[in-house]
């Protein structure tokens, strides 16, 4: 039985990473969204709120770099200190992004973002240590990629040009959803890598399942910038 337990949790945790790597090509907002946003006025707490969440829920290049970031964080206060430092970054320049109307390319942004679940796998591997024989401080790695999955999220909602009526406030609404939608899906993470960990399988298929962290990442980073390259 545990055997059967190990294969099916691998292969689904295999899909997973295919499928959401693979979903790239239809990431970004629908079109139920994009009508939302486009006609909007106003304060709208609630729908922002829900927008900020399913975004964050959908996100899988954002999920992806959490899976990477607590892979190995056995303790809670770790896992806190990590995910804190990740909001921190994040939040900042979504809001910093869009009041302050900072225009980055959203192509290269989100090559970046792909770059940082690189980054996760390459170093839950140990690459740093075996192939440079140096170790970068992995907080602030988490925080500095935080600040451009935070830019990710701002050009996302700069496409929609949104009215300066009532903005303060929505983004403060997207913001929360974004924070209550990385919430829902880290329980579920981490409910999911805790039972691993509890069967001889996790530390045999680790290597494995960081270095599909690490192709999806790169998938990542070769679309964006060959939307880059096109457009």
Same mark, same amino acid.
């Given at each position: 039985m545990p055997n059967k337990l190990v294969k099916f949790c691998l292969a689904s945790l295999t899909l997973c990473l295919l499928v959401l790597s693979v979903q790239v090509f239809a990431h970004g907002v629908d079109d139920n969204t994009r009508a939302f946003l486009q006609q909007n006025t106003g304060v709208q707490f609630v729908p922002f709120l829900y927008i900020g969440a399913k975004h964050m829920i959908t996100g899988y290049d954002h999920l992806l770099f959490l899976v990477g970031v607590v892979f190995f964080l056995y303790k809670s206060r770790d896992v806190l200190l990590y995910v804190t430092m990740f909001t921190l970054g994040h939040s900042a320049t979504l809001l910093l992004g869009v009041l302050s109307d900072i225009q980055v390319n959203a192509y290269l942004i989100d090559a970046i973002i792909g770059l940082s679940v690189v980054y996760k796998g390459f170093d839950n591997l140990g690459g740093f240590k075996r192939c440079f024989n140096w170790q970068p401080n992995t907080q602030w790695a988490v925080l500095i990629f935080g600040l451009f999955h935070g830019f990710g999220l701002a050009s996302k909602l700069q496409e929609f040009q949104l009215p300066q009526d009532g903005l303060i406030t929505n983004l403060i609404a997207f913001n929360l959803g974004v924070e209550l939608g990385q919430f829902a899906a880290l329980v579920f993470i981490l409910i999911a890598?805790?039972?691993?960990? @509890? %069967?001889? #399988?996790?530390?045999?298929?680790?290597?494995?399942?960081?270095? @599909? %962290?690490? #192709?999806?990442?790169?998938?990542?980073?070769?679309?964006?910038?060959?939307?880059?390259?096109?457009?």
């Open positions: 890598i805790n039972a691993w960990r @509890l %069967l001889p #399988s996790f530390q045999r298929f680790s290597t494995l399942t960081n270095t @599909l %962290l690490m #192709s999806a990442g790169f998938m990542l980073v070769g679309y964006q910038l060959s939307g880059y390259v096109i457009n």
